[in-house]
């Protein structure tokens, strides 16, 4: 029976939800004060939570900041809070804390009923025989490239192949729809999901590696999110000083952008991750701080059939030149401390995975002249990638001035500099369109 729980200090509110709601199959617990409801939400561990703004003890927009902060203690309970039309700005602020739904007092029942509806409906919920377009994944984990590129997309003739928009990779695993960055890809994603699941209702998390712009301007195009059935979960660091959601408000700020991230009708949630381990459902996380400008992290998704680090945007340590020893034409190569145990970590990090999708955005020339922009020459990934025993490695995050021919060569000298390192490791280029199922 799914679990419901309403904070209320007014008990015939509290009593008519309870009455409704127990009549729709739900198993409902009350709290009167917020302090209460809190304890109650982390024992009791609710589908939903449904508190008023102005509760005593704790009100609505602190019990919503407190979940939304402390998902390793409350991994999938949703928030619905309720205020009264005279509070106008009630609504903005509960939805900037990060509530899935607000509900305005005095509540319609249907209302109330077509929000649960849509907090909740998942494939266990949906009539038997009628499987969704999910199923046929559901033992798989399947990786799809969306946008390969770095910096800016790059349309036309001369990137046909491998594709122009910029970084954005799909995760299908344990029913899970995790979408790895934003960048001009996610366009085309948000298309064939809504053409895919039509009026079904979607649960995704983005999660992204920091807020560079090729790795968020596709947000404000992706369609699901203008669906109000639709949840989407963001997740990343704090990537600047005003804060994630600030970060990525501004970009949608009036006169970049039409319609602002709080008009988005999708139920949006944008949360600061803490720790650098978490899960999004049985999908375990991890993620690592990696060398380059701001703050930017690589993740790896564990599933049950193999893993996937994601590691778009990195500067390998191995060639970088010291600033001192450049006018002495030494290279970091020749100063094993501590550079090298920078990559030590990261090929702990990526030990053994299925996929790695890796940051090879220069050839050894131009990387020369990029020291310290914080992107890898492609030799370099792919050695890192064969001495951590990966098994399927993808070149990634190509350079804007990279046409077709130029990635294929580059990936060519790739799988030359593999094959003398041994191992078993299978050198590609990311490319659009590519999709690996494992
Ligand atoms: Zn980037
Ligand atoms: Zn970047």
Redesign the pocket.
């Given at each position: 029976m799914k679990k419901i729980l309403v904070i209320d200090e007014d008990p015939v509110f509290r009593n008519t939800l309870n009455r409704l709601l127990s009549e729709r199959g739900w198993e409902v617990s009350e709290a009167e004060d917020g302090s209460k409801g809190l304890e109650m939400v982390v024992q009791h561990q609710p589908r939903v939570v449904v508190c008023g703004m102005r509760t005593p003890g704790c009100n609505g927009y602190q019990l919503t900041q407190f979940i939304q902060g402390h998902r390793e203690l409350v991994p999938a309970t949703q928030v619905v809070v309720t205020t009264a039309a005279s509070h106008s700005r009630d609504r903005e602020t509960a939805l900037e804390a990060g509530a899935n739904a607000v509900l305005i007092k005095p509540i319609i029942a249907a209302e109330l009923f077509k929000i649960l509806d849509g907090l909740t409906r998942t494939e266990s919920d949906k009539p038997a025989g009628e499987p969704g377009p999910e199923a046929h994944v559901a033992h798989k984990t399947k990786v799809r490239f969306w946008g390969v590129r770095?910096s800016l997309p790059t349309p036309g003739a001369g990137t046909v192949f491998y594709g122009g928009n910029t970084s954005c990779v799909e995760v299908r695993a344990e029913g899970q729809i995790i979408i790895l960055d934003a960048g001009s890809g996610i366009r085309s994603l948000g298309v064939q999901l809504a053409s895919e699941f039509k009026n079904k209702s979607l649960e995704l998390t983005l999660l992204l590696?920091?807020t560079?712009w090729?790795?968020i301007h596709g947000f404000p195009f992706f369609a699901p999110a203008y669906d109000p059935k639709n949840v989407v979960r963001v997740l990343s660091y704090e990537g600047a000083r005003r804060g994630l959601e600030a970060t990525l408000s501004i970009q949608m700020e009036s006169p970049y952008f039409p319609i602002s991230l709080q008009q988005m009708p999708g139920n949006i949630t944008i949360q600061e991750l803490k720790g650098l381990s978490f899960k999004i459902g049985s999908v375990k996380v991890e993620a690592m701080f990696v060398n380059?400008?701001?703050v930017?992290v690589g993740y790896r998704l564990f599933t049950s059939c193999g893993s996937v680090a994601y590691l778009?945007?990195n500067e390998l340590s191995r060639r970088r030149t010291n600033p001192g020893a450049s006018e002495l034409g030494r290279s970091v190569s020749e100063m094993p401390q501590p550079s090298q145990r920078e990559d030590q970590k990261l090929i702990e990090f990526i030990k053994g995975a299925e996929v790695a999708i890796m940051d090879s955005q220069y050839d050894e020339n131009e990387y020369a002249s990029h020291v310290g922009w914080?992107h890898s020459c492609a030799d370099d990934a792919v050695a890192v990638a064969v001495q951590a025993r990966v098994k399927n490695f993808f070149l990634f995050h190509h350079d804007p001035s990279h046409n077709d021919d130029k990635i294929s060569r580059m990936l060519a000298k790739a799988k030359e500099v593999a094959a003398p390192l041994g191992g078993a490791t299978r050198v590609e280029a990311a490319r659009e369109g590519l999709e690996i199922e494992f």
């Amino acid at each position: 029976m799914k679990k419901i729980l309403v904070i209320d200090e007014d008990p015939v509110f509290r009593n008519t939800l309870n009455r409704l709601l127990s009549e729709r199959g739900w198993e409902v617990s009350e709290a009167e004060d917020g302090s209460k409801g809190l304890e109650m939400v982390v024992q009791h561990q609710p589908r939903v939570v449904v508190c008023g703004m102005r509760t005593p003890g704790c009100n609505g927009y602190q019990l919503t900041q407190f979940i939304q902060g402390h998902r390793e203690l409350v991994p999938a309970t949703q928030v619905v809070v309720t205020t009264a039309a005279s509070h106008s700005r009630d609504r903005e602020t509960a939805l900037e804390a990060g509530a899935n739904a607000v509900l305005i007092k005095p509540i319609i029942a249907a209302e109330l009923f077509k929000i649960l509806d849509g907090l909740t409906r998942t494939e266990s919920d949906k009539p038997a025989g009628e499987p969704g377009p999910e199923a046929h994944v559901a033992h798989k984990t399947k990786v799809r490239f969306w946008g390969v590129r770095g910096s800016l997309p790059t349309p036309g003739a001369g990137t046909v192949f491998y594709g122009g928009n910029t970084s954005c990779v799909e995760v299908r695993a344990e029913g899970q729809i995790i979408i790895l960055d934003a960048g001009s890809g996610i366009r085309s994603l948000g298309v064939q999901l809504a053409s895919e699941f039509k009026n079904k209702s979607l649960e995704l998390t983005l999660l992204l590696t920091h807020t560079h712009w090729d790795h968020i301007h596709g947000f404000p195009f992706f369609a699901p999110a203008y669906d109000p059935k639709n949840v989407v979960r963001v997740l990343s660091y704090e990537g600047a000083r005003r804060g994630l959601e600030a970060t990525l408000s501004i970009q949608m700020e009036s006169p970049y952008f039409p319609i602002s991230l709080q008009q988005m009708p999708g139920n949006i949630t944008i949360q600061e991750l803490k720790g650098l381990s978490f899960k999004i459902g049985s999908v375990k996380v991890e993620a690592m701080f990696v060398n380059h400008p701001g703050v930017c992290v690589g993740y790896r998704l564990f599933t049950s059939c193999g893993s996937v680090a994601y590691l778009p945007d990195n500067e390998l340590s191995r060639r970088r030149t010291n600033p001192g020893a450049s006018e002495l034409g030494r290279s970091v190569s020749e100063m094993p401390q501590p550079s090298q145990r920078e990559d030590q970590k990261l090929i702990e990090f990526i030990k053994g995975a299925e996929v790695a999708i890796m940051d090879s955005q220069y050839d050894e020339n131009e990387y020369a002249s990029h020291v310290g922009w914080g992107h890898s020459c492609a030799d370099d990934a792919v050695a890192v990638a064969v001495q951590a025993r990966v098994k399927n490695f993808f070149l990634f995050h190509h350079d804007p001035s990279h046409n077709d021919d130029k990635i294929s060569r580059m990936l060519a000298k790739a799988k030359e500099v593999a094959a003398p390192l041994g191992g078993a490791t299978r050198v590609e280029a990311a490319r659009e369109g590519l999709e690996i199922e494992f």
